[in-house]
């Protein structure tokens, strides 16, 4: 089984580079099958979900190129439009390929997507948008089929907010008859980001970043070259490995200003933080202090996706509080895992209730899912003893080689065979 060992008691010090965006990433790869030409994508993550969305399109009839971090896709031959289901069902991102592939084909059938296993993530909204623009949709139990003679503009308004959602539409409107407005648009920068690269392939898109996006239809995309932004939640996670950890690191190429809120939880646990063109530097050199109540919400509230990073650094922090998840219902799969650790939290509803300890225990744990996955490993850092987290692919789907940046900054943990340990 393949995992991770992580030899605990660390005081990071050092330098981590930060990578390409995963969330940023899989839409504008989704994208550039709108687009006539051979696009250039730089600064691509390798992570497993980037290859599972590559693979996809491959079997759609893409013409991918890889070179290290630069991509070349040229979707001129696209011609199937059934999805492979062993891709669709392990990556929640390929339901992104529908928006973009009806506005191409006309015709989609693929199964529901897969995912982390965080909540229902249903796609109810996607579908009923879509519907508005013309679709027809006929649901089955395990899959779909989506039809559409020409998509034409609509006027969207979401009961809730969705990057998903929001990140489907766009692709569907961009080459749409007419305009299309969402409101109540998730505002995250990974939209800003897709939207960025379709406005400089030739799209017409007002509002990136607000709740109420306005796109005017286009007859035709060109190809660009574009880099993709760094990822806020990995730049982030680190930085909860010096809040687990004490020390100081510095993130070159952190997004500071994406990640306000975080950095906000951070200084109030006590942590110093200077940002600068290039980075983010992080020094935790006193006890990191409890914070009273954290929630997390839509951007530009703290990220869901940190949540569990975070509960990792509170659970050895001073004091007592709690974490409070709003965005998935079933994101606190790492409490018990924790708990075996020694940390001392309960899990009520939506909220994970955290009596500060001095120290954690190491321990044999399960990850089972990309973030918590990863909050496991910082939580082994920081802990005595070894600890072994189970089901390393989890974490590779969204992190490019966790162990070699946490080495950068001296944290000693290496990729094992879970069959082979033997304590
Ligand atoms: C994206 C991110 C994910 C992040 C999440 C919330 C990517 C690849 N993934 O996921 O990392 O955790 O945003 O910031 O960018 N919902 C419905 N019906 C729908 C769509 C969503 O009920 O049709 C619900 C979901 O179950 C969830 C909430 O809306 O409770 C938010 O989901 P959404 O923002 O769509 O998340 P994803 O796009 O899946």
């Known amino acids: 089984m393949d995992a991770i060992q992580i030899y605990g008691g660390n005081c990071p010090e050092g330098q981590i580079k930060i990578q390409g965006s995963k969330n940023a990433v899989l839409p504008i790869l989704a994208a550039t099958l709108l687009i006539d030409g051979t696009c250039e994508i730089k600064n691509c993550p390798i992570i497993s979900d980037v290859h599972h969305m590559l693979r996809l399109m491959e079997s759609l009839c893409c013409t991918i190129n890889r070179k290290g971090h630069t991509l070349t896709i040229d979707a001129a031959c696209l011609s199937r439009c059934d999805m492979p289901s062993d891709s669709v069902s392990v990556m929640r991102s390929s339901i992104m390929l529908l928006g973009a592939l009806l506005a191409r084909t006309g015709s989609v059938s693929m199964q529901y997507p ?15 948008g ?20 020409r998509l034409t503009g609509a006027v969207h308004r979401l009961p809730f907010v969705s990057v998903g959602a929001t990140e489907n539409l766009l692709l569907a409107a961009v080459l749409a008859q007419g305009d299309t407005v969402i409101e109540n648009a998730a505002r995250e920068p990974e939209i800003t980001a897709l939207c960025d690269f379709l406005n400089t392939a030739g799209a017409d898109i007002e509002g990136a970043g607000t709740n109420r996006i306005l796109i005017h239809g286009v007859k035709k995309l060109h190809a660009i070259s574009y880099r993709i932004p760094s990822d806020r939640v990995v730049a982030g996670t680190y930085l909860a490995a010096c809040l687990c950890c004490g020390g100081e690191v510095f993130l070159k190429d952190a997004p500071g200003r994406q990640i306000v809120s975080v950095i906000k939880a951070a200084a109030a ?11 983010i530097q992080v020094a935790c050199r006193e ?5 009273p ?23 050895l922090a001073d004091g007592e509080g709690a974490l409070q998840e709003t965005i998935f219902e079933n ?13 001392d939290i309960v899990c009520r509803d939506n909220t994970v209730y955290v009596k500060g300890r001095r120290k954690l225990h190491g321990a044999v744990l399960q990850a089972q899912e990309l973030r918590g996955g990863a ?19 989890f974490i590779e789907r969204g992190y490019e080689d966790i162990c070699k940046d ?11 065979d879970y069959r082979e340990y033997n304590g």
Request: proline share 3%; hydrophobic share 40%; glycine share 12%.
């Open 114 to 128: 897969g995912g982390c296993v965080i909540g229902q993530r249903p796609i109810d909204l996607h579908l009923q």
């Open 130 to 149: 879509l519907r508005k623009m013309g679709v027809i949709i006929e649901e089955k139990e395990d899959g779909f089929s989506a039809e559409a003679v």
């Open 269 to 279: 646990m006590g942590a110093r933080i200077y940002e600068s063109e290039d980075g």
């Open 287 to 291: 006890r990191r202090k409890m914070i």
């Open 293 to 315: 109540l954290l929630q997390t919400d839509s951007y530009p509230g703290f990220p869901t996706d940190l949540q569990s990073a975070f509960l990792a650094a509170m659970t």
């Open 331 to 343: 994101r606190f799969r790492i409490v018990p895992q924790l708990q075996k650790m020694g940390a």
């Open 375 to 393: 909050a496991l490993v910082l939580a082994g850092s920081a802990a005595e003893g070894t600890t072994v987290v189970c089901n390393r692919h």
């Open 406 to 416: 946490l080495g950068e900054i001296g944290i000693r943990c290496k990729k094992i």
